[in-house]
């Protein structure tokens, strides 16, 4: 794992992945990169970096095993699969909530004995309602969460939103909202010890371009 001659860094596919290769791009980074190719690993040897395109989820586990030195990750998956990670930067950008929704009259059967609630965070959602002392029925699912209220499979779902249409073309409202979640850069904590001067160059570089998006957007708002 240490020793090696490039920093391997995660990238996940989906939605976080357009914006992650974005601003990687910004600061000189993933030149090779092309999430639209079926390739999974691009390597840049001019600056020694190799990028892995993993599903999200999985960035979790190939930091922690070190596989990836460092990686790009929703908060949710952070919270959700409880690793022993770094996380290194907040990044400006994967903005979204974890929330309860369901029907409009939902809300008054949310204390309700045994609620049914799917989602695909069952670790998140136990431990909610667990700190509100709340039993609770979890019914894991993989995607297309809002269909199970629609067809019965549970009262409520908990998921997370980051636009609302998926939930307004089902019907369905936010009933309560639980987290704030974002991207943010993490570390293998071996890794980050023996790469310590390319993640920090990596680091300061993200800093920057984000204030830079964050300055331009004020003098446009005061402008
Ligand atoms: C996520 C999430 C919601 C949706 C929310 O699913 O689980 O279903 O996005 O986004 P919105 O508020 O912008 O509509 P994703 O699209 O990743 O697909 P999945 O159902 O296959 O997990």
Do not use: W
Not at 2 to 20: F, Q
């Amino acid at each position: 794992m240490m020793n090696k001659k490039y920093l391997t860094i995660a990238i996940p596919k989906g939605r976080l992945g357009d914006e992650s290769i974005e601003m990687l791009k910004k600061i000189g980074y993933a030149r090779p990169v092309n999430l639209k190719s079926r390739k999974l690993v691009f390597i840049d040897e001019k600056q020694k970096i190799k990028y892995m395109i993993v599903k999200s989820i999985d960035v979790m586990t190939y930091v922690n095993q070190g596989v990836a030195d460092i990686g790009i990750v929703g908060k949710d998956n952070i919270l959700e699969e409880e690793l022993e990670v770094y996380e290194l930067s907040n990044l400006s950008f994967g903005y979204c909530k974890f929330v309860i929704a369901g029907f409009k009259d939902s809300k008054h059967h949310l204390q309700d004995e045994r609620l049914r609630v799917a989602t695909k965070y069952p670790n998140m959602t136990a431990k909610y309602f667990n700190e509100k002392n709340q039993k609770i029925e979890i019914i894991k699912l993989n995607g297309s969460v809002e269909l199970a209220p629609l067809v019965g499979l549970s009262d409520v779902i908990a998921d997370i939103v980051e636009t609302g249409g998926t939930l307004k073309a089902n019907g369905l409202e936010i009933i309560e909202e639980m987290y704030d979640l974002s991207a943010k850069l993490i570390s293998n904590r071996v890794s980050y010890r023996f790469n310590f001067e390319k993640i920090n160059d990596l680091i300061k570089k993200l800093n920057q371009v984000m204030e830079d998006v964050s300055n331009d957007e004020n003098n446009r708002k005061r402008s």
